[in-house]
């Protein structure tokens, strides 16, 4: 069982955003003969990466008190959920890149940056820190908003197929 301090809910929130890293890496493996779009998917996860450490870091800066402290039991009900994600069989559902695009517009509005965003808001207190938290999750948002043009009408990545099972590239 996990306790409901903050401490707990900073794991789970970092597992989360690790999901999210393994969710984009998944969809760069699983259109790596395509480099453009692999490239694009890798850029994502990087991004991933980077939510994980902001939290990690926020986390160093807290006092064991603060760590200790009870946490908010919605959010971290919403983050138990988050971490039971089989990002296996949520790959599994991509056969094309249609399929890859629709799961990251779900993924990019779902449970786990909700998570990330109250601790971010919760914990962070210079106005500039918070700040650049909001740019960089903006900003990692927006480069899923450029997919479409880049990759161009629903029919055409229905066209783009995913590989199905392990990538060998």
């Not at 699983?30 to 779009?37: A, P, V, Y």
């Not at 500039?128 to 479409?148: D, I, P, Q, S, Y």
Request: charged share 30%; proline share 2%.
């Amino acid at each position: 069982m996990v306790s409901e301090t903050a401490a707990s809910l900073f794991d789970l929130a970092i597992i989360g955003e690790t999901a999210a890293r393994d969710f984009y890496q998944g969809l760069a493996n699983k259109f790596c003969r395509e480099k453009n779009i692999s490239d694009f998917w890798k850029n994502l996860a990087t991004d991933e990466m980077e939510h994980a450490k902001i939290l990690e870091d926020l986390r160093k800066s807290l006092t064991p008190a603060q760590l200790a402290a009870p946490a908010e039991r919605e959010i971290l009900q919403v983050a138990l959920e988050n971490a039971k994600i089989q990002i296996k069989d949520v790959l599994d559902l991509v056969k094309n890149l249609n399929d890859a695009y629709v799961l990251a517009q779900l993924w990019e509005n779902s449970e786990i940056y909700r998570v990330f965003e109250f601790l971010a808001a919760k914990y962070i207190v210079s106005g500039a820190g918070e700040r650049m938290v909001r740019l960089h999750v903006t900003t990692h948002r927006k480069k899923l908003e450029t997919f479409l043009l880049a990759f161009g009408e629903v029919e055409t990545r229905k066209n783009i197929r995913a590989i199905d099972g392990e990538p060998i590239c």
